[in-house]
Structures are given as C-alpha cells and as structure tokens.
C-alpha cells in the first residue's frame, strides 16, 4: 500500500505552514522531498529533519518506507522570502 506524492506534501505543508514543498517518488514508498521553510531558521541539519518527520507522525515506515529530505531555509533555497 503506497501513498501519493502529493499527499505526503500537503501532510508536510500542514504541520509547516508556510513551507515551499516538493515531493517526488517512483514507487510511492520512497519519497525525496525538498522542503523550505522559515522554521528551519537557526536549526541543525537533524533538527530540520525531525520537525519534517514530526509532521508525518506513524507514517514513516509503514506507507512511507523511505524519505530523503533536503530541508533548507528561504535563505539558503535562494526564494528571496523573509525568515
């Protein structure tokens, strides 16, 4: 049992508000997504990944079996938005 890409993304929008997210996968188990987001700001590399992981709570690894996560902040992604 998989899980669309775009639900994924729309789960991590909604526990980010504000957050820019992409969300690909081949398969729909194994997901990369690239998430930039203002609460990312003055947070480690594992801080970012946790709040992303917190937003999609016991999803990971049963329907999501597999997630890359390049977290940056509008800074870092170049967007020009305020932090």
């Avoid at 992409?22 to 194994?30: A, C, E, G, N, P």
């Avoid at 709040?51 to 999803?59: C, D, F, K, P, S």
């Avoid at 990971?60 to 932090?83: D, M, N, W, Y």
């Amino acid at each position: 049992m998989g899980m669309p890409p775009d639900k994924v993304a729309d789960l991590i929008r909604a526990g980010l508000p504000g957050a820019e997210v992409r969300v690909l996968s081949d398969d729909q188990t194994h997901f990369t997504a690239r998430v930039v987001a203002p609460q990312f700001t003055g947070q480690r590399a594992i801080a970012r990944h946790q709040l992303v992981y917190r937003t999609l709570g016991a999803l990971v690894g049963r329907e999501i079996h597999a997630l890359s996560i390049e977290a940056l902040t509008p800074e870092e992604a170049g967007s020009g938005r305020p932090a």
